[in-house]
């Protein structure tokens, strides 16, 4: 990679750069930036180029913002390659485990919700819409699940994980039904329509090392390439789920981010239901087996195992925390 090169495309000149992970970060004479190469479309990266733009202009501020290129556009084109350059943004990765960083994630969170409500992709932006396809989805992850079992138990020789998958692969799909009846007799497809009026978007990435903590604590989301028009819901039940990992799936932790999100923005009736639904249904277990059985990755068999490890060694946790949250709502 000429960085030198791809750098003028942005109207940049270096003045020193070093690899950091799968990007390079760079002082410029423009200032510090990260520059780095991505499979996105340049279709999908207008999609993303406009959903940024459009928070920045409804004031949520702190965001990895792309740079234009010398033709005004987020993206450049060299060597057959596509480049992005954004903002360099410092600080620390938030901490799941840092009470104050919690709550500062779940509501910025809300507050990016808020601000994406009404986003129109420009012309030229791909199309990135999901809001109404978790029904089909459930559907798809039920069958590709029963496929395995059939796959795994047709195996005359069976690895050591094909014993483990076998002895909880009906737990899995029973709990995968649990989250498509919830669903089902749920108020999804109101609320999806609703949704598509309102244009409301997730991040779809909101993780630990997408979220910087600035030297005031503040909080910068970057990363938005998994960004699409989805139902807000999805981000902060994906979100709540990542930090119960870490602490036995307590539901008293999870109400007080619901607390936290709900001071800046309401949750209806029908938002704590398709949550319930997403903690229902058993993502992780089905992605884990889904590479597994797919042969999706070149991970070793000890390292599927200790994933899967992982997911399953909790699942009386999961069982006690969709209870209680049923009982809450």
């Not at 070149?298 to 049923?326: C, H, M, P, Q, T």
Request: proline fraction near 3%; aromatic fraction near 14%; charged fraction near 30%.
């Amino acid at each position: 990679m000429n960085i030198d090169a791809i750098a003028k495309e942005f109207g940049c000149r270096i003045i020193y750069s070093k690899p950091l992970r799968a990007v390079s970060l760079a002082q410029t004479d423009k200032g510090m930036v990260i520059i780095k190469e991505t499979n996105r479309d340049p279709d999908k990266i207008l999609y993303i180029h406009g959903l940024k733009e459009y928070l920045y202009e409804k004031g949520f501020v702190s965001l990895d913002r792309y740079m234009l290129s010398k033709y005004h556009l987020p993206f450049t084109i060299y060597d057959n390659r596509i480049f992005v350059m954004e903002e360099y943004i410092g600080g620390r990765e938030c901490s799941f485990t840092n009470p104050y960083d919690r709550e500062a994630i779940v509501k910025a969170l809300a507050q990016l919700h808020n601000a994406g409500r009404g986003y129109v992709p420009p012309t030229g932006a791909a199309s990135r819409n999901s809001i109404g396809k978790w029904g089909r989805s459930y559907r798809s992850k039920i069958e590709d699940l029963l496929e395995f079992k059939e796959l795994a138990k047709g195996k005359r020789k069976k690895s050591q994980l094909d014993i483990m998958f076998l002895k909880d692969v009906d737990f899995y799909i029973e709990m995968c039904w649990r989250g498509f009846d919830t669903l089902k007799y749920s108020n999804y497809d109101e609320v999806c329509k609703k949704a598509k009026k309102d244009n409301v978007i997730c991040h779809h990435d909101y993780t630990y090392h997408n979220l910087i903590i600035g030297p005031v604590g503040e909080v910068n989301v970057i990363d938005f390439d998994y960004c699409c028009h989805e139902l807000p819901i999805y981000d902060l039940a994906s979100l709540i789920q990542k930090i119960l990992r870490r602490y036995s799936y307590d539901i008293d932790m999870a109400l007080k981010l619901i607390e936290d999100y709900c001071s800046i923005t309401e949750l209806s009736k029908d938002d704590f239901d398709l949550m319930l639904s997403l903690f229902e249904f058993p993502q992780k277990f089905w992605r884990i087996t889904e590479r597994y059985y797919k042969e999706k990755t070149g991970w070793a068999e000890k390292d599927f195992l200790s994933k899967y490890n992982d997911i399953v060694i909790v699942k009386e946790f999961v069982l006690d925390f969709v209870e209680n949250f049923r009982k809450y709502i």
